[in-house]
């Protein structure tokens, strides 16, 4: 049986930059025989979390919109690929609303200590974030978030893909070594062969 991996595109601009290397990182876990499916952030509704603490009781999200329908898909796919440009050193805000609201998975597994279904699967995550600029901890602040994202899903934190100097609409596709480092990430993440690494690895480029 095919793995699954879900690849979730969360610029708000079309042929935003970390979108077109999350196509890539889709074609080589393509290439590597997984199932994959790619949903846009942009076009779906979702609220920001409004700190209601309902999921405290109930483990669910009470504000209803597309969240519920991305929950199921991250909760089910065996790879996810989440992608992001840098705003003000950090996800975008559509992406940060999104892990926002896996507030009420946080709480079903630390409050109501309920497992998630997920758990005991292998589960990776890959995260691609695009500056425009370059600095130091220009990625720092993606990595931290990504951390507690992943953990709240279940899932290892395995690989980053950061490119930094990247800014107008489809500029990534003349960065030839970043679409094909998209590529190969994609293929190895949708690995079952090769163990989750202990850490994520790490692939920084200019
Ligand atoms: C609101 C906003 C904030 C931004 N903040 C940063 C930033 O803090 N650091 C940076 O390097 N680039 C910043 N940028 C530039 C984008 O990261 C850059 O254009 C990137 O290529 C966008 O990726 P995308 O094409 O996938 O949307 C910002 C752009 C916008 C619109």
Redesign the pocket.
Known sequence: MSIKVLGI?T???L???????LRQALAGAEAAGAETEYIRLRGLNIAPCIECNSCYKKGACVVEDDYQMLSSKMLEADRLIF????????F?AQAKALIDRCQCLWSRKYVLKQPLQTAGRDRRAMVI???????KK?FESVRLTAKYFFDVLDMIYAVNLF??????????KQHPSAMNEAFRLGRELASTVAPPPEKPINVELT
């Open positions: 595109s610029s708000p601009r042929k935003g930059n970390s979108d077109l290397l992608a992001t440009p840098i705003f003000f050193m950090n975008c974030a695009v500056g425009g600029t370059r600095s220009m490119v930094n100097k990247v800014d107008t609409a489809g500029q990534i």
